[in-house]
């Protein structure tokens, strides 16, 4: 029995695991720490500034700041993805020490609490329930490449070095996307990239906030994501969800636009990039080794894989933990739960922190610090009602 069950030991987990011990709410969390981030490509970096790849708080006792004074690693700038890693690591040694790595199987509501059945038969009784399990089951299959063989998700790949002397083509024109084609194009592969719309989207590293001085907190928030001024509301989860739909629509898609990171640009100078190419279908060749792209107008390109770096669709229907009753009692919008104070579903106890809370408190949810809110609004919530 526990009070609370963490589902999840990456940056969301690890942050409300944080806050609820903060809060000296007993709780336990549950997965393998930092395990979709350890499946990511080799050689990524992070597209956050320094603060907003903090986890739980960037000026905590478990900030980056926090982690390079206590242990003297040395990170560069942009952060280095197996930097990231192990910092994520550290902050599980002195948030969740005695994390629980079994793989939760069934999630499903009993009385007024929930019981949690793992694979070796055993069971966990908890008053409620924090889904912090990430968004790998929501990798976006665009129609064309469904099922297709020769054509996978970035996602799908932690190492790109069995592409060399291949051709690849990559479709997308967000980070994902990009970055992939550079590690691609580093690791010896023969690369185009087919990008939707008529141009690119560069990130310009805080240029022009730094241009800003000492009025740069007034405009741009610490959490890194949106453009000035959007920045500063979509920092404020609670204000941000005050806002009619009509307004949280537009500004969600203004701030999590597909972009790249400026340092990509010099890395792709080598790489075809055509612009204005959306797919219309997508064929193997008869004897499985060839993938034929045709867009729209017309055009087709051929390679020997494709990889699509087109994004993530929450559903939480694709968590394959939760129970189908369990997951009929949560009122949802296009997939994601609809969500109340504290991160909490239409059902009593049961809370969703990252990725599926961005429909009810904005796009600052599917960024690490989107944490820093998440957590203390949790922990908040499950310690009120304790009281």
């Known amino acids: 029995m526990t009070d609370v069950a963490v589902l999840g030991a990456g940056p969301y987990g690890l942050a409300v695991a944080a806050a609820l011990s903060g809060a000296g709410v007993e709780h336990r969390v549950i997965g393998e720490p930092m395990s979709f981030w350890k499946d990511m490509p080799e050689g990524m970096l992070l597209r956050s500034n320094w603060t907003a790849t903090s986890i739980a708080d960037y000026r905590g006792p478990v900030s980056l700041d926090a982690y390079v004074?206590?242990?003297g690693a040395e990170f560069g700038k942009p952060v280095p993805l197996e930097n990231f890693v192990a910092y994520g690591e550290w902050v599980q040694s002195q948030v969740a020490p005695e994390v629980d790595r079994r793989a939760v199987r069934t999630v499903t509501r009993v009385g007024d609490g929930f019981t949690l059945s793992f694979g070796d038969g055993s069971s966990l009784r908890a008053g409620r329930v924090v889904v912090a399990a990430g968004i790998a089951p929501f990798a976006r299959r665009p129609a064309p490449f469904a099922g297709l063989p020769l054509a996978t998700h970035a996602s799908e790949h932690r190492d790109f070095s069995r592409f060399k002397g291949e051709r690849v083509i990559v479709v997308g024109g967000g980070q994902s996307a990009l970055e992939s084609a550079a590690l691609l194009h580093e690791s010896g592969a023969e690369v185009e990239v087919l990008v939707r719309r008529d141009q690119l989207t560069w990130l310009h590293g805080g240029k022009y906030q730094r241009m800003l001085g000492r009025a740069k907190p007034l405009f741009y928030a610490p959490t890194d994501v949106g453009p000035l001024g959007l920045s500063r509301v979509v920092a404020a989860p609670s204000l941000f969800r005050r806002l009619p739909r009509s307004v949280q629509t537009p500004a969600a898609r203004r701030a999590i636009r597909p972009a790249g990171a400026e340092w990509l640009i010099s890395r792709l100078r080598e790489v075809p990039i055509r612009l204005g190419f959306p797919v219309r279908s997508a064929s193997v060749s008869a004897d499985g080794k060839q993938i034929r792209v045709e867009s729209a107008g017309g055009d087709v390109v051929t390679g020997s894989h494709l990889i699509y770096g087109t994004g993530y669709q929450v559903d939480i229907t694709h968590y394959p933990?939760?129970?189908?009753?369990l997951i009929r009692s949560v009122r949802r919008v296009e997939g994601?739960?609809?969500?109340?104070?504290?991160?909490?579903?239409?059902?009593p106890g049961l809370h969703f922190?990252?990725?599926p809370a961005a429909w009810s408190f904005g796009p600052i949810m599917r960024f690490?610090?989107?944490?820093?809110?998440?957590s203390r609004a949790v922990a908040g919530r499950i310690a009120g009602r304790r009281q």
Not at 336 to 347: D, I, M, Q
């Open 336 to 347: 994601y739960p609809v969500l109340g104070p504290g991160l909490e579903s239409t059902v």
């Open 321 to 325: 933990f939760l129970a189908p009753e």
């Open 353 to 355: 922190a990252g990725a």
């Open 69 to 71: 004074a206590a242990t």
């Open 368 to 374: 690490v610090s989107g944490g820093w809110f998440a």
